[in-house]
């Protein structure tokens, strides 16, 4: 799946969703874009957990609007921190899966870029955080 995502921030993205499926088992629902050279098209996606930790993600075109009728994308850049995995939007953190499915941030027109947030960068220095991997298993440890 990797290899079809070539941003490092829309990976970013995908990487939190999945672990969030697969570690706290919660099934992920939010629209997203996905544009063709004709349509602009309003797409949903789920993300729900299978058996050994597999995740199961399927998608659906809800709207699909040729582009002389639709309005260009707006596009707009949208950072997010790679230590607390939040978007950071009017100077606050929001969680990704609340960001997308609040329609707050939209895959497929949102420019995302990786960042470390201030509070991030403060808390860096007291506690560093080198690998996610070590967290994420100590938070599966204490389920
Ligand atoms: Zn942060």
Request: hydrophobic share 45%; net charge negative; aromatic share 6%.
């Amino acid at each position: 799946m990797w290899a079809f995502i070539g941003d490092s921030g829309l990976r970013l993205v995908y990487q939190i969703l999945l672990e969030e499926v697969r570690i706290k088992g919660i099934s992920i629902l939010f629209p997203f874009r996905c544009d063709s050279p004709n349509y602009a098209r309003h797409m949903t996606m789920a993300m729900a957990p299978d058996r050994n930790g597999a995740v199961v993600i399927s998608t659906e075109v809800d709207l699909e609007i040729a582009w002389q009728f639709a309005a260009p994308p707006s596009a707009p850049t949208r950072n997010l921190c790679h230590r607390c995995r939040s978007f950071q939007l009017n100077g606050k953190g929001v969680p990704v899966v609340a960001a997308l499915s609040s329609q707050l941030v939209e895959i497929g027109t949102d420019t995302i870029l990786s960042v470390l947030c201030r509070a991030c960068q403060t808390e860096d220095r007291r506690n560093p955080i080198d690998d996610w991997n070590t967290v994420l298993d100590s938070v599966v440890a204490q389920q």
